[in-house]
Each structure stands twice: as structure tokens, then as C-alpha cells.
């Protein structure tokens, strides 16, 4: 098993509603124990060459331990952001779910 944290982040809508979301589907990915979920917190959208739109994203962090592979990982999670309304035509722009993975990883012991 590996330890990974997924990053996550809402910024239209009920923001709280598709965090607690978020972490439900991810507590329940096979082969993976959710070991711990951060505190939510506010961050003002980032206009990189993007237009995330103007509502304030709340963010968090959850921690899981996984043997699921990096890229079938990364399939999951997009599937998470599509059955939570991610507008794939528009990525960039604002959403109502954000997943971030690999913010770190690490071979647990």
C-alpha cells in the first residue's frame, strides 16, 4: 500500500455539500482505506490563464492508502469529478468539483 493525498476543491454551488461528496466516493475507492481528511479552508480563485470564475473555492485534503495504480488512480478521480457535475468542456472554468492527486507521495512501511 502507498499513501497519497488527493486535493480537492469546489467553487460554485453548494461547496460544502460536493466536499462532503468528494470525500464519500473517495473514502469508497477499492483497494484503499481513507486514513484522514483535512479541514476545510477558503482560497481566492487563481486567473492563470484560466477563468475559474469568480466564487471563492473551498478546499481540502484527504489522505488514503492505495495499491490502485497512479494512472488507474487518476481515471477514478476524473470519474468522481464527472458524476459531481465537472463541466469537461470547460475545465478551466468555474467547478463544482476539483481533484488533485499526487500532492505527495510516499511508500508507507
Known sequence: ?????????SNVGDRVD????????????PHSRLQGVSLLYES?????????????????????????TPHSLFAMLQEIERALGRDEDHR???RTM???YPL?????D
Do not use: H, K
Not at 18 to 29: E, G, I, P, Q
Not at 104 to 108: A, F, K, M, V
Open 18 to 29: 460536493y466536499c462532503d461528496r468528494a470525500v464519500t466516493l473517495l473514502s469508497l475507492l
Open 92 to 94: 478551466s472554468g468555474p
Open 44 to 68: 481566492e480563485p487563481v486567473r492563470d490563464r484560466t477563468d475559474p470564475g469568480e466564487g471563492w473555492f473551498l478546499n481540502g485534503v484527504v489522505q488514503l492508502e492505495t495499491d490502485i
Open 98 to 100: 476539483d481533484l488533485r
Open 104 to 108: 505527495l507521495r510516499s511508500t508507507s
Open 1 to 9: 500500500m502507498e499513501t497519497v493525498f488527493i486535493g480537492f476543491g
